[in-house]
């Protein structure tokens, strides 16, 4: 079956185009970018939602993961901190971010495998910046 089962009638009969487009040109009409557009649910008719897909690139292939929020009662803001937590959950480098008070705020997993801090010993840290 065709993932685009759950796209819209607007999208459904160009949506494999959208990555092949992508694939050949380079240009991110679709990936990296937050629309709001229709979903079909299996039973029901169609309902709005905001769609996030990101290209992640892992050690063996490079992977595309669609985020899908339903619009009804969620925030842009809540929105995008569910997405970035998402997203920081699947990094595989090292990773520390640091606010712009220069206290670190987040600290990945695979920065806790490498440099053997936990997240109790390192977030809060303040960084001379």
Known sequence: KNIKMLVGAEHRDNHDGYLSSYL????????NTVRTVNA????????????????????????????????GNI?????????NDMLFSLVQVPVVVISQQGIVVKFSSSARHVLGFSDAEIIGSSVNL
């Open 75 to 83: 925030s842009k803001i809540e929105n995008t901190k569910k997405t």
């Open 40 to 71: 079909s649910h299996k039973t029901n008719p169609e309902f709005s939602i905001m769609i996030k897909v990101r290209e992640v690139l892992t050690e063996k292939e490079r992977v595309y993961i669609g985020f899908l929020e339903h619009t």
């Open 24 to 31: 050949k040109t380079g240009i991110k009409n679709v990936v």
